[in-house]
Nanobody, 117 residues
Framework: QVQLVESGGGWVQPGGSLRLSCAPNRSIFTFNTLGWYRQAPGKQRESVAA???????QYADSVKGRFTISRDNAKSTVYLQMNSLKPEDTAVYYCNGVDARSSTTYWGQGTQVTVSS
């Protein structure tokens, strides 16, 4: 069974930084896409950032210039570095992976990010 294990959420003041980690229990190269979604209370889940199998990445307009997605191939881990955090970034963040062969979508358990003073 595929698992995406997340870590790194927490509370931070506006303007602060956090780094989220997502470690699948198999090679990251078996996924076409690995990325992050978030869901705030009362809102739909939305895509935040994604990194593709061959290294390109994309971001939601709301986080461009503040968030950076990256991966460590040796550790088979994907990271989301979040800088200049705003209260509107408060949400549960979910790691998402799309299988390279079957296109099956997998989700992590979610990690809470709270930005407040």
């Amino acid at each position: 069974q595929v698992q995406l294990v997340e870590s790194g959420g927490g509370w931070v003041q506006p303007g602060g930084s956090l780094r989220l980690s997502c470690a699948p229990n198999r090679s990251i190269f078996t996924f076409n896409t690995l990325g992050w979604y978030r869901q705030a209370p009362g809102k739909q889940r939305e895509s935040v950032a994604a990194i593709f199998r061959y290294g390109s990445s994309q971001y939601a307009d709301s986080v461009k210039g503040r968030f950076t997605i990256s991966r460590d191939n040796a550790k088979s881990t994907v990271y989301l570095q979040m800088n200049s955090l705003k209260p509107e970034d408060t949400a549960v963040y979910y790691c998402n992976g799309v299988d390279a062969r079957s296109s099956t979508t997998y989700w992590g358990q979610g990690t809470q990010v709270t930005v407040s003073s």
